[in-house]
């Protein structure tokens, strides 16, 4: 049965990766879609695709959820309903030791991977409170899980993002709002050249000689929350492809 029909998904990062598949599969589902980023050529592009494959009414908004300013502004300037808020936007900024990182990487995943998302969550929850309906999809990590050599503050932000997501369901309890999270583990999207600054070698050395997940993997797992029946929560699960078993356990076999 396909619950999804009519209702608005409000996407941010949708301009690639998990973002842009999960924009796609909202769309096929007959979904209306409010898709946010930085790249606003990607978002007019994605637009103009999804109303033209799956005749969808798509509204876009340009701009960093490091800007809290400007994630109110987006939230308060919808006119529809938000059914459902898919905290996507993210990223992982170097692999710096705790005694030597850049400070600039830091701030940058502080910043988006737990300020951005708590902002969004804080705006676009307080309408969803008063329609006492909604439902908001965390994408998190295995990094949430495990920590792991040069990855102190990115896994200290996903740690905050499987926080935030289960005292949000604590704190929405007696409403008709869901909290869910995805926590996958190594996928292939831009997310790795973001992480080494642009290096492409050392960014597909990531996925050498594995199968990982597709940023559409994650995408289906997404739909198939957002599309229970209403009184079903997911508020987590954790997704591997095959070759790996833990954060650092990864099986690279010929393939």
Same mark, same amino acid.
């Given at each position: 049965?396909?619950?999804?029909?009519?209702?608005?998904?409000?996407?941010?990062?949708?301009?690639?990766?998990?973002?842009?598949?999960?924009?796609?599969?909202?769309?096929?589902?007959?979904?209306?879609?409010?898709?946010?980023?930085?790249?606003?050529?990607?978002?007019?592009?994605?637009?103009?695709?999804?109303?033209?494959?799956?005749?969808? @009414?798509?509204?876009?908004?340009?701009?960093?959820?490091?800007?809290? @300013?400007?994630?109110?502004?987006?939230?308060?300037?919808?006119?529809?309903?938000?059914?459902?808020?898919?905290?996507?936007?993210?990223?992982?900024?170097?692999?710096?030791?705790?005694?030597?990182?850049?400070?600039?990487?830091?701030?940058?995943?502080?910043?988006?991977?737990?300020?951005?998302?708590?902002?969004?969550?804080?705006?676009?929850?307080?309408?969803?409170?008063?329609?006492?309906?909604?439902?908001?999809?965390?994408?998190?990590?295995?990094?949430? !899980?495990?920590? !792991?050599?040069?990855?102190?503050?990115?896994?200290?932000?996903? !740690?905050?993002?499987?926080?935030?997501?289960?005292?949000?369901?604590?704190?929405?309890?007696?409403?008709?709002?869901?909290?869910?999270?995805?926590?996958?583990?190594?996928?292939?999207?831009?997310?790795?050249?973001?992480?080494?600054?642009?290096?492409?070698?050392?960014?597909?050395?990531? !996925?050498?000689?594995?199968?990982?997940?597709?940023?559409?993997?994650?995408? @289906?797992?997404?739909?198939?929350?957002?599309?229970?029946?209403?009184?079903?929560?997911?508020?987590?699960?954790?997704?591997?492809?095959?070759?790996?078993?833990?954060?650092?356990?990864?099986?690279?076999?010929?393939?």
């Amino acid at each position: 049965m396909n619950r999804l029909a009519n209702k608005w998904v409000l996407i941010t990062g949708a301009t690639s990766g998990i973002g842009k598949a999960s924009a796609t599969l909202f769309a096929q589902n007959q979904a209306n879609l409010i898709i946010t980023g930085r790249r606003d050529d990607r978002l007019k592009t994605l637009k103009e695709e999804l109303q033209l494959q799956h005749n969808t @009414e798509v509204l876009t908004f340009c701009f960093d959820i490091r800007d809290r @300013e400007a994630c109110k502004a987006c939230v308060d300037s919808i006119q529809h309903p938000i059914d459902i808020l898919l905290n996507n936007a993210g990223l992982a900024a170097g692999k710096g030791k705790i005694d030597d990182a850049d400070f600039a990487d830091w701030d940058a995943m502080i910043d988006t991977n737990i300020k951005g998302l708590l902002s969004m969550t804080r705006f676009v929850s307080e309408r969803m409170k008063k329609q006492n309906n909604g439902h908001i999809i965390n994408v998190g990590s295995i990094a949430g !899980y495990e920590a !792991y050599p040069g990855g102190s503050v990115y896994c200290a932000t996903k !740690y905050a993002v499987r926080a935030i997501t289960q005292a949000a369901k604590i704190d929405l309890t007696g409403t008709n709002i869901r909290v869910s999270s995805v926590a996958p583990g190594l996928v292939e999207t831009e997310f790795s050249k973001v992480r080494f600054h642009g290096d492409e070698e050392k960014a597909a050395a990531v !996925y050498e000689n594995i199968q990982p997940l597709t940023g559409m993997d994650i995408a @289906e797992i997404i739909l198939f929350m957002a599309n229970r029946p209403p009184h079903v929560n997911i508020l987590d699960t954790i997704v591997f492809p095959v070759a790996q078993s833990s954060a650092t356990i990864v099986s690279r076999k010929s393939i």
